[in-house]
């Protein structure tokens, strides 16, 4: 397998007339983060499910650690660990009791004590899990997806309603799995999240891939680059950069200017300086996942949830 421990190659999913998934071809390699990325209905959820053999696919081939998704799917539930979106157990055992109860169910598991340690959560282990905060469910969660010492982890928006203090421990706790060597298939809505956490991602509409590499590949090839806002600039101020030989615009009351290379920020700086042109401030901010999403799709992933 060459390093890859999925393999998916002409992936169709049909139900009825729709076309779910159409012809997708990717590939996970041995220890990354890899996330799907998509609006409601763009066959990001269907794909995974298809992975974690939750559904069959109607055509297509799929390799899950070398097994066939299709016809090994026993073999390949041993050795994955899945998370799904709206996870929950059972309200009143303790956390290390509800941690023993599916570790019990299989033949290798990762003892209890090392899960409470991995996911930080020794100081909870004899709390009820009804009695824990959204961010503390989701680490028990985590560590019930690990009780069978999976290669593979599968966590569907890990992060949702949870606050930001709670949703970094939980990407701790997703960078510590990659520190094990554990391979993650992450699906979520937060572009932040995807493009800190993610060594490759895949950007999904309509039931296709449109676009599949690192973050910051994909930035660099579908993004605007670098860009140089001149907070309450003018017309005048677009005109003389344009002059320049930049490339600008006066958008409402701010000129944005798109820049090459570092040396165009000095020549933006130098002529507003010598031009005497009233602005606020001057930002400068490159290319974002988010930015891609929406030149990509027409659309902010956030209005979909």
């Known amino acids: 397998m060459a390093g890859h421990v999925i393999e998916v190659k002409d992936l169709v999913k049909r ?51 070398g097994f066939d998704v299709a016809k090994e799917a026993r073999e390949i539930r041993k050795k994955v660990g899945i998370l799904p979106q709206e996870f929950n157990t059972y309200d009143l055992l303790t956390v290390r009791e509800n941690i023993d109860y599916f570790g019990a169910m299989f033949d290798r598991r990762i003892p209890t004590q090392e899960l409470l340690d991995a996911v930080n959560l020794n100081e909870k282990e004899d709390v009820f899990y009804k009695n824990l905060s959204g961010g503390l469910k989701q680490r028990v969660g985590v560590a019930i997806a690990m009780v069978n ?18 949703r970094r421990e939980v990407w701790d706790i997703i960078r510590d799995l990659k520190k094990r060597g554990k391979t993650v298939i992450l ?29 910051r590949a994909i930035i660099k090839e579908h993004g605007y680059g670098t860009l140089c806002v001149i907070k309450s600039g003018s017309r005048a101020v677009a005109d003389m950069l344009k002059a320049q030989g930049l490339n600008c615009e006066l958008k409402e009351n701010d000129v944005h200017c798109w820049m090459q ?28 996942l988010e930015d891609v999403f929406l030149r990509l799709t027409g659309r902010h992933l956030v209005e979909e949830v």
């Open 149 to 166: 010492d999976p290669e593979i982890i599968f966590l569907d928006e890990p992060t949702t309603g949870l606050d930001p203090k709670a």
């Open 261 to 288: 290379n570092k040396a165009d920020l000095q020549i933006i700086f130098r002529q507003l300086e010598s031009s005497g042109a009233y602005y606020d401030e001057v930002l400068v901010k490159r290319s974002s």
């Open 187 to 215: 699906t979520t809505h937060y572009m932040e999240e995807a493009e800190i956490l993610s060594d490759r991602l895949a950007i999904m509409n309509d039931g296709k891939f449109i676009a599949y590499d690192t973050p």
């Open 15 to 65: 139900y009825g007339d729709l076309k779910a998934v159409d012809g997708t071809n990717f590939h996970v390699d041995k220890g990354e983060v890899f996330s799907i990325l998509g609006p409601n209905g763009a066959g990001k959820t269907t794909t995974v499910e298809i992975m974690e053999c939750l559904r069959k696919p109607t055509s297509g081939t799929i390799n899950v650690l």
